[in-house]
């Protein structure tokens, strides 16, 4: 009863996730696409001196495919990881790349979103008034995170509540969550996203429901902002910005792949939902790319509603990683027995976590 409840969480949290990344999309397209550019602000955010289309066009090509590559690779190889023994979860090796993966997505929501929603929010194209008068990033932030809080909270009490009255209606329960529980035992023992270290057997059904609440939740977070990235590189025609910009975002999308991956990784998902969340991180900045591209003649990064809608999403983004980088991923592990009971590992794990967040946020200077 535990497994059939487990499966089919599973696959309800599957198509629900698919229809918030689908909605977010087609709130930038209609939003963002066809809003009128101001006049004063009729040049994108990516051009300069440089124009040159049909160079533009085949380096944004090149970004497509590169990208798409680097973002299958970082976010496939956590997954592929159980097959090095240094690399298995209760290994200290993996608990140093875990905290090194940490790192870059904290450092993806202060350095590279939360700037970017600013920029957004505070352009010289939108009306002084409200915009420059009041901080509207920190404040979207503020709410998302808040608001995460609370769908990681519900989310948690809901399923246990669920998961306990299966198990008092059915005689067999205990026996099927104690079979589950040896296999489960295993993958999350020593769990890194939103774990604590060694569990009792009776919690593990709750913490892999932990497990894929975080994983989901940071897939969304990173979702938004790589639709919102590459719909404005999709836009640009300076390929002089273009080319950089290139290498800067494969190795932003493969240090952010190996992150997210080994949150899906602890989540013991079935193969269709990997494949589901592999595939919506990996496409949707290709996607947004070669939307930019087909809305080139019709879309401005510039205009007004094109500038509060990204801005807005990039907020809720920065918001919900940030909250997920600090209290899912690296509050709940520094904070377990396991780094708490290895004085040598919780320092080597701090460095990871810098030498992690420092790369991100060096990869700032060009994406």
């Given at each position: ?7 089919s ?5 599957s ?33 300069g ?9 085949k380096?944004k ?12 690779i ?28 940490s ?7 202060y ?33 998302a ?12 009490s ?19 969550r104690?079979?589950d529980?040896?296999e ?5 023992g ?15 059904q ?42 800067a975002?494969?190795?932003h ?8 991956g ?41 205009s ?64």
């Amino acid at each position: 009863m535990a497994s059939s409840s487990s499966s089919s969480s599973s696959s309800s949290s599957s198509s629900s996730n698919s229809t918030l990344i689908s909605l977010i999309v087609i709130l930038v397209v209609l939003f963002s696409a066809f809003s009128p550019a101001a006049a004063e602000c009729d040049q994108s955010k990516y051009e300069g001196t440089c124009h040159n289309k049909s160079e533009a066009l085949k380096f944004k090509v090149i970004a497509i495919f590169s990208i798409l590559v680097a973002s299958m690779i970082g976010v496939c190889l956590p997954l592929f990881s159980r097959a090095v023994p240094a690399l298995k979860p209760d290994r200290n090796l993996f608990v140093l790349v875990k905290a090194f993966a940490s790192g870059v997505i904290l450092a993806t929501g202060y350095m590279h979103v939360l700037p970017d929603s600013f920029d957004d929010l505070r352009s010289p194209c939108l009306p002084e008034n409200p915009w420059q008068k009041f901080p509207f990033t920190t404040f979207v932030a503020m709410l998302a995170a808040v608001f995460t809080l609370m769908v990681d909270s519900l989310s948690i009490s809901f399923f246990k509540k669920r998961l306990n009255k299966s198990g008092t209606n059915d005689g067999g329960g205990d026996v099927a969550r104690n079979e589950d529980n040896k296999e489960l035992e295993n993958g999350i023992g020593h769990g890194h996203c939103g774990g604590h270290g060694s569990m009792k057997i009776g919690d593990t059904q709750e913490q892999l429901l932990k497990h894929r609440v975080v994983a989901q939740v940071l897939e969304l977070g990173i979702v938004v902002h790589s639709v919102v990235i590459g719909l404005s590189m999709g836009a640009s025609e300076n390929p002089c910005t273009i080319r950089p910009l290139i290498a800067a975002l494969c190795f932003h999308q493969l240090f952010e792949g190996m992150g997210l991956g080994g949150c899906i990784m602890q989540a013991e998902y079935a193969f269709k939902m990997k494949a589901i969340l592999v595939f919506f991180f990996s496409v949707t900045t290709p996607f947004g790319i070669a939307l930019g591209i087909g809305l080139s003649n019709v879309y401005s990064d510039t205009s007004p509603t094109a500038l509060i809608v990204e801005g807005i999403l990039n907020a809720i983004s920065a918001g919900l990683l940030n909250y997920m980088a600090l209290v899912d991923l690296l509050a709940s592990d520094f904070m377990g027995p396991k780094l708490q009971g290895n004085i040598k590992l919780l320092f080597w794990s701090f460095i990871a976590v810098l030498l992690g967040a420092g790369l991100m946020s060096l990869m700032a200077k060009w994406a």
